[in-house]
């Protein structure tokens, strides 16, 4: 968009409806071709050491997480990984817990 001086979502789509290659490359920007089990491993370590330990404190009833930036879905698996590492330590409150991807 900034590229093409186009600041209102509307007219870049516009732009992308009668211009098949301005499409093409917001597709290519936008998705994720690349997927594997913890592809950045500081990211994860930060997830596991500061995150989770917040949340699993709080997990009393249903919960979702969205997993954006993902090809195939290993980074999702990552996660619920992490969170069941998170899970199985004594501390945490819930007893029973499920995942689903």
């Known amino acids: ?17 009668s211009h098949p290659s301005e499409y093409d490359c917001l597709i290519e920007a936008l998705t994720v071709k690349v997927s594997s089990f913890f592809r950045n491993p500081v990211v994860f370590e930060i997830i596991a050491q500061q995150v989770l330990p917040l949340t699993t404190e709080r997990l009393t009833r ?16 990552s996660i619920a990984i992490l969170i069941h590492e998170a899970m199985l330590h004594e ?8 995942l689903s991807i």
């Open 1 to 17: 968009m900034a590229q093409l001086n186009i600041m209102n979502p509307l007219k870049y789509l516009a732009w992308t409806q």
């Open 62 to 77: 249903l919960g979702n997480m969205w997993i954006p930036g993902t090809a195939t879905g290993e980074e999702a698996y």
């Open 91 to 98: 501390d945490a409150l819930c007893f029973y817990y499920s």
